[in-house]
T-cell receptor
């Protein structure tokens, strides 16, 4: 299973962009990169996922390098409510379903 | 649309007592997952159901843990007897599988178990 590496913590100022990096150098060609976040005392919340192309939705943008060995989650205008643990996960395929293997994530603190 | 519902949200029991957690997945989601999250760590999969069938229970400690999803909708996770090390947050997630492709997993708020 491909593993991910994330910095344990980051911070950014409210209103600025938050760029959260993730390394997944052993990712396979058919594995997706998923991002979830977990706000204190809540379950993980799906943010975005991608295979090789950059993706954008109402929450964030996902930039995947051409060699697919790393990616960056971008929160364009961080708010205090974005303070959470962010998990970068590589999707493991098997039995037509998939298992999410969570690492320790990045604890993002958005400062007022 | 309602999300994944879990109850109770919090449970405190003494060791050796039994405990059960309930999960109602998102309507139409045929795949259901139970995860356990220890303090300061990411969630770890315990068991995965496709409809009524447990297709991956390799991480479920079968000596004391059991789970069921009788009608392919709601699910119950049970621990009997509970041990101190079982204190954790138990998360339920669901997803939709269509023609061999599985959609995104959506999580419930979790049940925080404290074993004294």
């Amino acid at each position: 299973d491909a593993k991910t590496t994330q910095p344990p913590s980051m911070d950014c100022a409210e209103g600025r962009a938050a760029n959260l990096p993730c390394n997944h150098s052993t990712i396979s060609g058919n594995e997706y990169v998923y991002w979830y976040r977990q706000i204190h005392s809540q379950g993980p919340q799906y943010i975005i996922h991608g295979l090789k192309n950059n993706e954008t939705n109402e929450m964030a943008s996902l930039i995947i390098t051409e060699d697919r060995k790393s990616s960056t989650l971008i929160l364009p205008h961080a708010t205090l409510r974005d303070t959470a643990v962010y998990y970068c996960i590589v999707r493991v395929l098997g039995d037509s379903s998939y298992k999410l293997i969570f690492g320790s994530g990045t604890r993002l603190l958005v400062r007022p | 649309e309602a999300g994944v519902v879990q109850s109770p949200r919090y449970k405190i029991i003494e060791k050796k007592q039994p405990v059960a957690f309930w999960c109602n997945p998102i309507s139409g989601h045929n795949t259901l997952y139970w995860y356990r999250q220890n303090l300061g760590q990411g969630p770890e999969l315990l068991i995965r159901y496709e409809n009524e069938e447990a297709v991956d229970d390799s991480q479920l400690p079968k000596d004391r843990f059991s789970a069921e999803r009788l009608k392919g909708v709601d699910s119950t996770l049970k621990i009997q007897p509970a041990e101190l090390g079982d204190s954790a947050v138990y998360l339920c997630a669901s997803s939709r599988q269509d023609r061999g492709k599985t959609d995104t997993q959506y999580f419930g708020p979790g049940t925080r178990l404290t074993v004294l």
